[in-house]
């Protein structure tokens, strides 16, 4: 049992997937005071990355999307119910129905929410979607039941990307508009991006990259259409945004955190800085909102988008929570992230936007199957694979160990392709958000009642 594995009040603000097995760990832990979870969604946890793969396609209803709880919590739930502010020095956690949570520690686990369309006007018009929760999977898959002539996607991220897959394999007609020149370009760079577009095409969707939307149309309250930027008109009766997530930190602000719109900041050990670089001892962060730094990539700050990560993180914020400070560890997990469209299993291990080259170095675009590589200062930092997973731990040990770029032939069918560069564009110039983001500090606001030297 680590530490002293203390009683007192621990409260986790966010009731999905991390806010979930942080509360398990705390348990297994040896954690035997007052545990509250706070979610605003009004629904028990449940997994999402179904939500835009089997619930999409009719396969699995929403509502089958619960997350199993490892053992009993003997936890208070508040679930829909949003927090609304913090008190730090009153350490008191305040929510939308007026009460306020008092805690001893704070596990902040609020994660991202779907960007939504900028103009309020037509973002409210009927057909236009955004895919981020089980009621916003179950709202769009009983639309695409029905059979809408065209499908408009915007933003050709994961998400977006998904999105579209599914709809063609319900045979529906799909226009994907990306500001971007290729899709997943942010995550994967050119060499994938180019890749990415010839598969969605060869598939028949309706691929436009380059452009944006410039404005939706409607008719007496329904969608319509889009108006490009290139001038050109789509219709459509069906939208939905894609355009990247937002981390949900406002409910922090004026709280003397680093606290922003790229997320929570925090050390190795998940515990949040002030303002000022200082780390807290009491409040701790996981999951989508963290930004934690990792040796691997020149202890820069990393923000993850993923699965694997909110679990992992999630769990070293639990352990470090009821430790003492010498049995404390540090959140060192490699990003892992997968994704499911039109036909192929793709995945990902390391930062590939982390990167200056990329060499594939399995297999070929032309049979998708293959292994892209890529390297940031003769090191490699990431591995792509398409529908040859089997290869992901090999360049995980590459990554782990700052193996040498390009990596020395370790399969059979290496084919001594020459690097290229990884080609990731600046993200101001795509219409969705990277699912990991590198960032160094981000200035912010400081509490004016605390100065530096003052």
């Known amino acids: ?10 409260v986790v603000v966010g009731a999905s997937l991390a806010g979930l097995r942080a509360a398990e760990a705390l348990r297994d832990g ?10 605003d969604e009004p629904d028990p946890p449940y997994d999402r990355p179904p939500l835009s793969k089997g619930v999409l396609l009719g396969r699995t209803r929403a509502d089958a999307c619960g997350l199993p709880s490892r053992r009993p919590l003997d936890a208070r739930w508040k679930l829909g119910v949003p927090a609304t502010g913090l008190d ?3 350490k008191q956690v305040l929510l939308a129905d007026g009460e306020r949570l008092g805690f001893d520690r ?14 309020p006007g037509e973002a409210a018009l009927d057909g236009m979607f955004t895919l981020r929760t089980s009621r916003d999977a179950e709202r769009l898959a009983e639309r695409l039941d029905a059979g809408p002539r065209r499908v408009l996607v915007i933003g050709a ?5 998904e999105i579209a897959s599914g709809c063609r394999e319900r045979g529906l007609a799909v226009t994907v508009v990306e500001r971007g020149r290729a899709p997943l370009i942010g995550a994967l760079g050119g060499t994938v991006g180019a890749f990415a577009t010839e598969l969605q095409r060869a598939h028949g969707v309706d691929l436009r990259c380059g452009v944006t939307v ?3 149309t409607g008719h007496d309250g329904r969608l319509t259409g889009a108006v490009l930027s290139d001038g050109e008109r789509i219709d459509a009766d069906i939208a939905v945004v894609a355009l ?9 602000a004026g709280t003397g955190l680093a606290a922003g719109p790229r997320g929570v900041a925090c050390d190795a050990g998940c515990r949040v800085f002030d303002m000022y670089g200082i780390v807290t001892d009491d409040i701790f962060v996981a999951g989508d909102v963290a930004r934690f730094p990792h040796p691997l990539y020149e202890y820069q700050l990393l923000a993850l988008e993923h699965w694997g990560n909110a679990v992992a993180q999630a769990e070293t914020a639990a352990h470090n929570m009821i430790s003492r400070g010498p049995d404390r560890r540090p959140h060192l997990t490699v990003p892992a992230f997968w994704s499911s469209q039109f036909g192929l299993n793709i995945k990902s291990v390391g930062v590939p936007t982390f990167s200056d080259q990329v060499v594939i170095a399995q297999g070929s675009p032309g049979e998708r199957r293959l292994v892209a590589v890529y390297g940031y200062r003769g090191r490699v930092t990431a591995a792509v694979t398409v529908n040859r997973a089997k290869w992901l731990e090999y ?20 084919d001594g392709s020459e690097p290229v560069p990884s080609d990731v564009p600046d993200p101001r110039v795509l219409s969705h958000g990277p699912t990991v983001y590198v960032t160094g500090h981000l200035p912010l606001l400081r509490p004016p009642s605390r100065r530096p030297g003052g």
């Open 1 to 10: 049992m680590p530490g002293d594995a203390p009683g007192g009040r621990i």
């Open 30 to 39: 040896g954690f035997t005071g007052e545990l509250t979870l706070v979610g």
């Open 88 to 90: 730090p020095l009153a």
């Open 106 to 119: 704070l596990l902040i686990a609020t994660g991202t929410r779907a960007r939504p369309w900028p103009d």
């Open 157 to 161: 991220g994961f998400t977006g990307s």
């Open 214 to 216: 410039t404005s939706l």
């Open 244 to 252: 990247g997530a937002v981390r949900n930190t406002e409910w922090l």
């Open 395 to 414: 360049y995980q040990h590459l990554i782990e160990t700052a193996a040498p770029f390009p990596p020395d032939p370790g399969a059979a069918d290496f």
